[in-house]
């Protein structure tokens, strides 16, 4: 959810803004391969072929995808990823997993409680073990991976990018806030490429304080 909607009119200025509070080059690289994409949801036969390429990188990535039509209460039960879901909520939830030392990708969304899309709450509010700040934290980091990996699959990004509010803050802390995630998933390993590409790598995730 978009905490404060950008008319249409001003969305190419607020990016504008935005870059220009990008001082590191890999920082301002990035942000332009997500600014280069759609800020409009795939329909169709585009959203299935998206859907499609998010469920293969989240096989790649070690998940198993439950059957379609399970509808398992969770994006992520500890076991398995709902697939029945737009690509974007998958990506997400693939990020989520990379991030996620062992122990937590055995738990329900992660051990970070209820998820936007959880319908089962309290099975994963008794599941949540991570206190409030490293959720922050974790969220902001899966969520910029899924978005980064949007860009890199050509898939909207920017839609993503303005969902899920990294424009809060345009004028204040959101150029550096960005730079900073993008910089703790570049020490983490999840991401590589020449000068902030963010293409998806192929090993796990290196578990960092």
């Known amino acids: 959810m978009i905490l404060t909607p950008i008319p249409p009119a001003e969305l190419n ?76 909520v998958i990506l997400h939830e ?8 062992p122990a937590r990708r055995r738990r329900v969304d992660f051990g970070l409680g209820p998820g936007p899309d959880t319908t089962d709450r309290a099975a994963a509010e008794h599941a949540r073990i991570v206190p409030l700040p490293e959720r922050d934290r974790d969220e902001a980091a899966a969520s910029l991976l899924g978005i980064l990996w949007e860009a890199a699959l050509g898939q909207p990004a920017l839609a993503s990018f303005l969902d899920q509010n990294w424009l809060e803050g345009l004028d204040r802390s959101a150029p550096a806030h960005f730079t900073a995630v993008l910089t703790r998933l570049r020490r983490l390993g999840v991401i590589g490429g020449a000068a902030g590409a963010a293409t998806p790598n192929a090993g796990r995730a290196r578990r960092a304080g």
Do not use: C
């Not at 989240?58 to 209460?73: D, E, F, Q, Y």
């Not at 693939?94 to 030392?101: D, F, N």
């Open 13 to 88: 200025g607020a990016l504008d803004r935005f870059a220009a509070g990008l001082a590191e080059p890999a920082a301002a690289a990035a942000f332009a391969a997500i600014r280069a994409s759609s800020a409009e949801r795939a329909q169709a036969e585009t959203a299935e072929r998206h859907r499609r390429q998010a469920l293969a990188l989240a096989r790649r990535r070690g998940m198993r995808v439950h059957p379609a039509g399970t509808k398992p209460g969770f994006n992520w039960d500890g076991a398995a990823l709902d697939g029945d879901t737009e690509a974007y």
């Open 94 to 101: 693939v990020a989520h997993y990379v991030l996620a030392p």
